[in-house]
């Protein structure tokens, strides 16, 4: 509600970071987990670890059910019709838009100048460079419903993405009940992230996506396609920054329990590395 608040205020600023908090707040016990897991170290052995990580690929490329197939198919046709019927923030809006057609005109290497604002990293701008093609290929103007749609339509399957991720992870600890079929239907149609994607027309949907992913691998313990992620979602968006630490401190807590100390030091600052070599 604070959230929605302060962006009919236009009050950009306070509303980002209200969103960051309580994301971190609903991480905070999936953190205790991760950290749990690694102590404890869960896997005696490589034999079990190996049929873990089978598991985990398997569930992963499992096709999704008929019946969340059109609970995605809900959830993305909402959050398109709400981008084609509301006007979005007119500042970012502007921005996208303009960002969108200097890449698309001058190419990459003269996008960032000391004379141009442009306050995002170079992931997300090249996707706007994709929407200004597209633009001008449909000749859709900057007022048009469309253009709109188009700047919605990532976020909105990303948003749809995220929730096939949860769907599959919470089969695994929560089985098929009730409960878990509750959780995916609040995560297909949370009035957070309807509002944020199809109303107010930001990217945080493909934003959160590599950031879960990174979260759901550091849990399974594989760091170096986490840090990989964490670097995407840095490329993304600099909020990402405020989820540094927990991606160090999974990394620290499994220097912690690991045997071979060389070995660990090593994984860290190698995933260091590659986190930082994606933006």
Same mark, same amino acid.
Request: with cysteine; charged share 15%; glycine share 8%.
């Given at each position: 509600?604070?959230?929605?608040?302060?962006?009919?205020?236009?009050?950009?600023?306070?509303?980002?970071?209200?969103?960051?908090?309580?994301?971190?707040?609903?991480?905070?016990?999936?953190?205790?987990?991760?950290?749990?897991?690694?102590?404890?170290?869960?896997?005696?052995?490589?034999?079990?670890?190996?049929?873990?990580?089978?598991?985990?690929?398997?569930?992963?490329?499992?096709?999704?059910?008929?019946?969340?197939?059109?609970?995605?198919?809900?959830?993305?046709?909402?959050?398109?019709?709400?981008?084609?019927?509301?006007?979005?923030?007119?500042?970012?809006?502007?921005?996208?838009?303009?960002?969108?057609?200097?890449?698309?005109?001058?190419?990459?290497?003269?996008?960032?100048?000391?004379?141009?604002?442009?306050?995002?990293?170079?992931?997300?701008?090249?996707?706007?460079?994709? $929407?200004? /093609?597209?633009? =001008?290929?449909?000749? *859709?103007?900057?007022?048009?419903?469309?253009?709109?749609?188009? +700047? #919605?339509? @990532?976020?909105?399957?990303?948003?749809?993405?995220?929730?096939?991720?949860?769907?599959?992870?919470?089969?695994?600890?929560?089985?098929?009940?009730?409960?878990?079929?509750?959780?995916?239907?609040?995560?297909?149609?949370?009035?957070?992230?309807?509002?944020?994607?199809?109303?107010?027309?930001?990217?945080?949907?493909?934003?959160?996506?590599?950031?879960?992913?990174?979260?759901?691998?550091?849990?399974?313990?594989?760091?170096?396609?986490?840090?990989?992620?964490?670097? $995407?979602? /840095?490329?993304? =968006?600099?909020?990402? *920054?405020?989820?540094?630490?927990?991606?160090?401190?999974?990394? +620290? #807590?499994? @220097?912690?329990?690991?045997?071979?100390?060389?070995?660990?030091?090593?994984?860290?600052?190698?995933?260091?590395?590659?986190?930082?070599?994606?933006?």
């Amino acid at each position: 509600y604070y959230c929605t608040i302060t962006a009919k205020q236009r009050n950009w600023k306070q509303g980002s970071i209200c969103l960051c908090f309580q994301f971190l707040i609903l991480l905070q016990r999936q953190i205790r987990c991760i950290i749990w897991r690694v102590q404890n170290d869960k896997y005696q052995n490589q034999t079990e670890r190996a049929n873990a990580v089978y598991y985990i690929g398997r569930s992963a490329c499992r096709a999704p059910a008929t019946g969340l197939w059109v609970l995605l198919g809900g959830a993305l046709l909402l959050r398109l019709v709400l981008a084609l019927v509301t006007d979005g923030y007119p500042y970012d809006m502007s921005c996208f838009v303009a960002w969108g057609d200097k890449l698309a005109s001058e190419g990459p290497a003269a996008f960032y100048s000391a004379d141009y604002f442009a306050d995002y990293p170079p992931g997300y701008i090249l996707v706007l460079g994709l $929407v200004s /093609l597209v633009r =001008k290929a449909l000749q *859709l103007s900057y007022e048009s419903r469309w253009t709109y749609f188009l +700047l #919605a339509l @990532i976020p909105a399957i990303c948003d749809c993405a995220a929730v096939v991720l949860l769907d599959h992870i919470s089969r695994r600890y929560m089985g098929q009940g009730r409960a878990q079929r509750c959780l995916v239907l609040f995560a297909a149609f949370c009035p957070l992230t309807l509002f944020d994607t199809g109303i107010w027309k930001q990217i945080d949907g493909a934003f959160a996506l590599p950031l879960l992913l990174c979260f759901w691998l550091l849990e399974e313990r594989r760091y170096l396609l986490a840090a990989v992620l964490y670097g $995407v979602a /840095l490329a993304i =968006k600099p909020q990402a *920054l405020l989820f540094g630490p927990v991606l160090a401190a999974c990394f +620290l #807590a499994g @220097i912690a329990v690991e045997q071979d100390r060389l070995r660990a030091f090593g994984r860290c600052f190698g995933g260091a590395a590659l986190a930082l070599l994606v933006p």
